[in-house]
């Protein structure tokens, strides 16, 4: 066996292990690192490196941030600070940004309960939810999936949350089962938009 064959062995047992990479797809993104300058390459490995060491979940909302600083979005003063919208993951949070009609704070869970997978309400960021919710909160909004595992997980936390909140959750039009992340920007936003009382 030759060593390059070895080494592009290398790199696709690598790229078989990120989860979310379709494997049709893997033999393209091989194609396209063989293909990539050096430089191209090194500057890659190098930010990939320091978002690693650099980034850390927010404290207050457990999105992505600079490690020791507060995410974009909690340092945005213009943003709406009354309103927070309750999600499960980093990438359902990016999905409602990319639709533009939301201007509130977040709040990222980590997950869904999940007691087949033993994940219960302390495996989720659901005591610091309800830790940061004070006199100025105005109204949670549930932008968990519309999956089982997500109406139950809000179902929960409302029975948690103090009397005097307006609790919503996204219209429907997020298709039952599906993920915000896969929904159109135009789907969210109408969502969004047309939110009803929990
Ligand atoms: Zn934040």
């Given at each position: 066996?030759t060593?390059?064959?070895?080494?592009?062995?290398?790199?696709?047992?690598?790229?078989?292990?990120?989860?979310?990479?379709?494997?049709?797809?893997?033999?393209?993104?091989?194609?396209y690192?063989?293909?990539?300058?050096?430089?191209?390459?090194?500057?890659?490995?190098?930010?990939?490196?320091?978002?690693?060491?650099n980034?850390?979940?927010?404290?207050?909302?457990?999105?992505?941030?600079?490690?020791?600083q507060k995410?974009?979005?909690?340092?945005n003063?213009?943003?709406?600070?009354?309103?927070?919208?309750v999600?499960?993951?980093w990438?359902?949070?990016?999905a409602?940004?990319?639709?533009?009609?939301?201007?509130?704070?977040?709040?990222?869970?980590?997950?869904?309960?999940s007691?087949?997978?033993?994940?219960?309400?302390?495996?989720?960021?659901?005591?610091?939810?309800l830790?940061r919710?004070?006199?100025?909160?105005e109204?949670?909004?549930?932008?968990?999936n519309?999956t089982?595992?997500g109406?139950?997980?809000?179902?929960?936390?409302?029975?948690?949350?103090?009397?005097?909140?307006?609790?919503?959750?996204?219209?429907?039009?997020?298709?039952?089962?599906?993920?915000?992340?896969?929904?159109?920007?135009?789907?969210?936003?109408?969502?969004?938009?047309?939110?009803?009382?929990?």
């Amino acid at each position: 066996m030759t060593r390059q064959l070895l080494s592009l062995q290398k790199l696709v047992g690598q790229l078989q292990k990120i989860p979310y990479l379709a494997s049709k797809n893997i033999y393209k993104v091989v194609g396209y690192f063989l293909e990539a300058s050096v430089e191209d390459i090194e500057k890659l490995c190098k930010v990939l490196r320091e978002a690693k060491e650099n980034v850390d979940a927010c404290a207050c909302c457990f999105n992505w941030a600079e490690k020791n600083q507060k995410c974009s979005i909690c340092q945005n003063s213009s943003r709406k600070q009354d309103i927070i919208c309750v999600v499960e993951t980093w990438h359902d949070l990016m999905a409602i940004e990319r639709a533009q009609e939301y201007k509130g704070l977040y709040h990222v869970l980590g997950g869904v309960l999940s007691p087949l997978n033993g994940i219960g309400p302390d495996d989720l960021r659901i005591k610091e939810l309800l830790n940061r919710i004070n006199k100025s909160t105005e109204e949670i909004i549930f932008g968990t999936n519309p999956t089982p595992e997500g109406e139950t997980t809000a179902s929960f936390i409302a029975t948690k949350l103090p009397s005097h909140l307006l609790i919503s959750k996204l219209a429907s039009g997020v298709p039952t089962g599906s993920s915000l992340e896969f929904i159109d920007r135009v789907t969210i936003a109408k969502a969004l938009s047309g939110r009803q009382p929990f």
